[in-house]
């Protein structure tokens, strides 16, 4: 059995919260949207409301079209959460197309779809919204940002990027009309936690905060969640801020 709980904050310098959270009772969804006019809280919307659609249909039909073809190399979860997505891509990237004021709009994603018991998850990503596992008291990184620092990282590089391309994303839903990404399942065990978060989160605290934070408030997720977005705001808070935690039981 699996319990959750996630939590959206505009942080201390924007105006507006571009960020989407999505807790349901098997499908997690954090966006993190991006663009001028408003149009990334448009992005960030559009893209959760249409993998919780395909995801909700994929569940109910058992005659569904794969507009995407199915891979039988990957799980029927992976199939699911994989063809939610590229829908989600085309979505925001049609829309970015309707008018000049979703010109050059787009969202990062990270996706979590548990199976029933939670007993197994299956997750993806795009851009630099994370996904991480909190296990026996050591916090793993389970996604690799679609950014330039990441590849700059890639690359051998012991620095830290800098400069002005070092947030620059190199994937990002609906920026092009397909993107590339990759689905994996994950075997969860009994206390184990999923944080997903969004870039306003790992940009102003470490990994090492955001364990110690998340550890010490494990057993209620709300207070965990109120606790990381309480110190990426102490610590200025520069952009939105959103965490989803999951927790399988023990």
């Not at 005659?63 to 794969?66: A, R, V």
């Not at 199976?115 to 197994?120: K, L, V, W």
């Not at 936690?193 to 090492?208: A, E, F, H, Y």
């Given at each position: 059995m699996i319990s959750a709980y996630g939590q959206t904050d505009i942080g201390q310098r924007r105006t507006l919260n571009e960020d989407c959270i999505l807790v349901g009772s098997d499908l997690f969804v954090l966006c993190d949207g991006m663009g001028g006019?408003?149009?990334g809280e448009v992005a960030s919307a559009l893209a959760a409301d249409v993998v919780s659609g395909f995801i909700r249909r994929s569940a109910e039909d058992t005659?569904?079209?794969?507009p995407y073809g199915f891979d039988p190399q990957i799980s029927y979860a992976a199939n699911r959460l994989h063809t939610a997505i590229k829908l989600a891509n085309r979505a925001v990237f049609r829309k970015a197309a309707s008018g000049e004021d979703y010109t050059g709009m787009g969202t990062t994603i990270a996706a979590v779809l548990a199976?029933?018991?939670?007993?197994?998850i299956t997750y993806a990503s795009v851009g630099d919204s994370r996904i991480y596992l909190v296990r026996d008291g050591r916090?793993?990184?389970l996604t690799r940002d679609d950014s330039w620092a990441a590849v700059w990282q890639g690359e051998g590089n012991d620095s830290d990027a800098t400069g002005p391309l070092k947030n620059?994303?190199?994937k990002a839903v609906g920026a092009r009309e397909d993107?590339?990404?990759?689905?994996r399942d994950l075997e969860i065990e009994s206390g184990d936690?999923?944080?997903?978060?969004?870039?306003?989160?790992?940009?102003?605290?470490?990994?090492?905060t955001i364990l110690n934070l998340v550890t010490a408030n494990g057993d209620d997720l709300e207070a965990a969640c109120r606790a990381l977005i309480d110190c990426a705001n102490a610590q200025g808070g520069r952009d939105n801020i959103s965490v989803i935690l999951i927790r399988r039981s023990r």
């Open positions: 006019h408003k149009s005659e569904l079209t794969w199976q029933p018991g939670g007993a197994r916090m793993t990184q620059v994303l190199t993107v590339d990404f990759e689905v936690i999923v944080l997903l978060c969004s870039d306003g989160l790992t940009n102003m605290v470490p990994d090492s």
